[in-house]
């Protein structure tokens, strides 16, 4: 396709994995030698002659890089979360409501998902939809994460053993950074309670959400809540929901079994007895929760942009 992709950012953990999976050669891609990735003129530059910028840059860095262009052609996909709730983007998660995919194709900004809001949404968003699940519900959200997620200096520091441990629960200001995102996309009027961890391996995720019958609507169960997300999933090329089975959490929730796809899993478990039912998601923190995911809107809008035949 000839259309002009420049990424800003190409060095990090993101911006590696996206120049991998676009190895086919289908777009132009660019970027910056090393002595100029820094340097103000030549970045400017550079956003202002693509027709698409992906920016895989820190928050601060993303908003400069928005800030210099000029060029009202220029389209950009942010994989920071600098522009996650902002008036005037577009959420990047094609599968978060419908027509959310055409809105993608034909947006000039699209802010690429959170990898733990992408898990957190698409589990949540169907049942405040559907009105299975009050906007206000308590929620404690739990996740696990590979130590990738720490970006390519803190994965490059646990590989070489500095301070690393098996698990490192975090985030316990209970001001992550990702709670918003997750309020706002997933339909919720109350902010949830978001526990992260890092495990000692590279990279996945698992996402589990507990709840509790008595505090939802009369009738719903765990069976309603299935049939909720297997309905909305049913056409979803990147978004699956496992049949509800005894034994399917145990085999299924291996964090890493997604790892280098773009594909998420989506689970729930329930006891009847005990009136419990725990929601779960399984991806790739640099797939669907980073790089694929930006590949995907890349098509999308990369296909609104080619000329017709």
Same mark, same amino acid.
């Given at each position: !396709?000839?259309?002009?992709?420049?990424?800003?950012?190409?060095?990090?953990?993101?911006?590696?994995?996206?120049?991998?999976?676009?190895?086919?050669? @289908?777009?132009?891609?660019?970027?910056?030698?090393?002595?100029?990735?820094?340097?103000?003129?030549?970045?400017?530059?550079?956003?202002?002659?693509?027709?698409?910028?992906?920016?895989?840059?820190?928050?601060?860095?993303?908003?400069?890089?928005?800030?210099?262009?000029?060029?009202?052609?220029?389209?950009?996909?942010?994989?920071?979360?600098?522009?996650?709730?902002?008036?005037?983007?577009?959420?990047?998660? /094609?599968?978060? #409501?419908?027509?959310?995919? @055409?809105?993608?194709?034909?947006?000039?900004?699209?802010?690429?998902?959170?990898?733990?809001?992408?898990?957190?949404?698409?589990?949540?968003?169907?049942? &405040?939809?559907?009105?299975?699940?009050?906007?206000?519900?308590?929620?404690?959200?739990?996740?696990?994460?590979?130590?990738?997620?720490?970006?390519?200096?803190?994965?490059?520091?646990?590989?070489?053993?500095?301070?690393?441990?098996?698990?490192?629960?975090?985030?316990?200001?209970?001001?992550?950074?990702?709670?918003?995102?997750?309020? #706002?996309?997933?339909?919720?009027?109350?902010?949830?309670?978001?526990?992260? &961890?890092?495990?000692?391996?590279?990279?996945?995720?698992?996402?589990?959400?507990?709840?509790?019958?008595?505090?939802?609507?009369?009738?719903?169960?765990?069976?309603?809540?299935?049939?909720?997300?297997?309905?909305?999933?049913?056409? #979803?090329?990147?978004?699956?929901?496992?049949?509800?089975?005894?034994?399917?959490?145990?085999?299924?929730?291996? /964090?890493?079994?997604?790892?280098?796809?773009?594909? !998420?899993?989506?689970?729930?478990?329930?006891?009847?007895? &005990?009136?419990?039912?725990?929601?779960?998601?399984?991806?790739?923190?640099?797939?669907?929760?980073?790089?694929? #995911?930006?590949?995907?809107?890349?098509?999308? !809008?990369?296909?609104?942009?080619?000329?017709?035949?």
């Amino acid at each position: !396709m000839d259309l002009n992709l420049f990424i800003d950012g190409d060095q990090g953990t993101t911006g590696l994995d996206l120049q991998n999976r676009l190895r086919g050669g @289908e777009f132009r891609i660019r970027t910056l030698p090393t002595h100029l990735r820094k340097d103000p003129a030549a970045r400017r530059a550079a956003l202002n002659e693509a027709d698409i910028a992906i920016l895989c840059l820190p928050d601060a860095a993303a908003r400069d890089a928005v800030a210099m262009i000029e060029n009202p052609s220029v389209r950009v996909i942010d994989a920071s979360s600098a522009h996650r709730t902002s008036p005037g983007w577009v959420y990047g998660l /094609p599968e978060l #409501a419908a027509g959310q995919a @055409e809105r993608i194709a034909s947006a000039s900004r699209v802010t690429n998902p959170g990898c733990y809001p992408t898990a957190a949404i698409a589990l949540l968003r169907p049942l &405040t939809d559907a009105g299975l699940l009050p906007a206000d519900y308590p929620l404690v959200i739990h996740a696990v994460s590979g130590y990738s997620g720490q970006g390519r200096a803190g994965a490059e520091a646990h590989e070489a053993g500095a301070g690393a441990h098996s698990l490192t629960v975090y985030g316990l200001a209970l001001e992550h950074k990702h709670v918003p995102e997750i309020e #706002a996309y997933a339909g919720l009027s109350q902010r949830p309670l978001f526990v992260p &961890t890092y495990g000692s391996y590279r990279q996945g995720i698992v996402l589990t959400i507990g709840l509790h019958a008595r505090l939802l609507p009369t009738g719903v169960s765990g069976a309603r809540i299935h049939e909720c997300l297997a309905e909305r999933y049913l056409d #979803a090329a990147h978004v699956r929901v496992l049949p509800m089975s005894a034994d399917a959490p145990s085999t299924e929730l291996d /964090p890493q079994i997604h790892n280098g796809t773009n594909d !998420m899993s989506l689970a729930v478990a329930f006891n009847e007895r &005990t009136g419990q039912v725990v929601l779960s998601a399984v991806l790739d923190n640099l797939g669907k929760g980073a790089a694929g #995911a930006a590949v995907q809107n890349l098509r999308l !809008m990369a296909g609104a942009l080619a000329p017709a035949l």
